[in-house]
Nanobody, 123 residues
């Protein structure tokens, strides 16, 4: 099983980036997929989650209204569209999958993780 994250980079404040996470190796129909981020010196924090079909989503307050999580047509890819980026969004972003019906994921419960992709927002 593999989650392959991509799309990070350097962007100026106010700019946009889209992260992608491609899942392979098993069927994830009973899994919620989501994105976490970890800034230097801080704990990993949950950002957004989406159910398998893409019909339900959840966002934490710091990103609500600026980030959009979605599924690809094949359902094995999850995207995080990030807009109006702020320097505080600078972090390594990880995608993850958890076999749960809850949209809010905990880092200690996720079954699978991607390798992380760095997002740097300059002021």
């Amino acid at each position: 099983v593999q989650l392959q994250a991509s799309g990070g980079g350097l962007v100026q404040a106010g700019g946009s980036l889209r992260l992608s996470c491609a899942a392979s190796g098993r069927t994830f129909t009973t899994y919620v997929m989501g994105w976490f981020r970890q800034a230097p010196g801080k704990e990993r924090e949950f950002v957004a989650g989406v159910n398998w079909s893409g019909s339900r989503t959840y966002y934490t307050d710091p990103v609500k209204g600026r980030f959009t999580i979605s599924k690809g047509n094949a359902k094995n890819t999850v995207y995080l569209q990030m807009s109006n980026l702020k320097p505080d969004d600078t972090a390594v972003y990880y995608c993850a999958a958890d076999r749960t019906s809850l949209l809010v994921l905990s880092p200690k419960d996720c079954d699978y993780w991607g390798q992380g992709t760095l997002v740097t927002v300059s002021s």
